[in-house]
């Protein structure tokens, strides 16, 4: 059956103008790079889906918010001022420099590839998909950070409740920063397991996801996190995934699991301050088609992030080639650094894990 990978070039719009850490370009470098290494309709095949309506936004997101993000942005892409309160709905790293893409449209886009994701799988043309452009796990329903705007991974999980009715999602959150948003939105949801593995928030952005952050109410222990420490590398998300992630997710049974994040826990990242080297992120995508099997295969997968633009392109096609069984190797672009040859936090890692099984062993046997 293969993999599907949506993708379109308007993709390139999600861009918040010069001197922004986050540029548009990045897409069309990932599709170039995974035409040049890979075949499209032998390991995968591209395909193209609509923009989201905002009926369908209104699944995740309040009309007020709506309204003033789809109205200021496009304000802002034709250079003209918008009046309104932008610190009401967006935190300062929304705020775009210079002229930016049509980054409203983008947004809904990368919702719309959402939805599709969603339809592919329920209805058993894929049981893997790609969209690229997602994992805008920072966004909330009336409030846009973190660069981004309408949050996609929120969208794929309220819908297959909604739609579908399913009723035990996983999202597995595997970019550098803690997922604030996604936690929002599933905080007091026991149908959606949300583990989140991201760098220890005292040291980055948005500084939430500590181990102690667990969920409320009916959702209390459907929210893991682990704060994974700095330079933490491979043998250190190797560990987290076998000794905390493999079993709960046992436990848990998913129907599905949706799995988000880019490259930006790569020890070369211009942001953030972890240890994995390409071959980690291949790592990741094939623990992710392991755990899969629980759900006959199932995977939506949400790929955007990630701020060295060397890096990018590897680190993305490796964690698709390992989800996708792909027989490529993928190397590091540039020699691993010493320091980074061994996982100088495996240590500190091998600390983080009994903190976080103590605060869910009430909840899940595996823990006890």
Known sequence: MGIAILYREELKEYDFGPGHPFHGDRYQLFYQFLRHNLAEDVDYQILKSDWASDEELLLICQKDYIDFTRDYYRATNLGLDYPGQFSRFHS??????????????AARLTIGQAKRACQLVQEGSFIKIVSIGGGLHHAKPAYGEGFCLYNDVAFCAINLID???????????????????????????????????????????????????IGSGSGRGFTINIPMPVYAGYDSYQSVLDE??????????????????????????????????????????EEVREMAKICDGRVIDLIASGYNKEVLSYAWLALISGLADIKITV?????????????????????????????????WRCFR
């Open 92 to 105: 300062g790293d929304n705020r775009p420099v210079g002229k930016p893409g049509k980054l409203e449209e």
């Open 331 to 363: 190397e590091d672009p540039e020699p691993i650094p010493q320091r980074f040859q061994k996982d100088p936090s495996l240590a500190e890692t091998k600390r983080v894990i009994p903190e976080v099984k103590e605060y869910h062993k009430d909840y």
């Open 244 to 285: 905390i992630v493999h079993p709960v997710v046992e436990e848990f049974r998913p129907q599905i699991i949706i799995r988000n994040g880019g490259s930006d826990p790569h020890f070369n990242d211009g942001l953030t301050n972890l240890g994995l080297p390409v071959k980690g992120f291949r790592m990741i995508g």
């Open 163 to 213: 739609k579908y009715n399913l009723e035990r999602i996983l999202i597995l959150d595997t970019d550098a920063h803690a997922g604030n948003g996604t936690a929002e939105y599933f905080y007091e949801e026991p149908r959606v397991l949300f583990i989140d593995l991201h760098q220890d928030p005292r040291t980055l952005y948005p500084g939430t996801g500590f181990s102690n952050q």
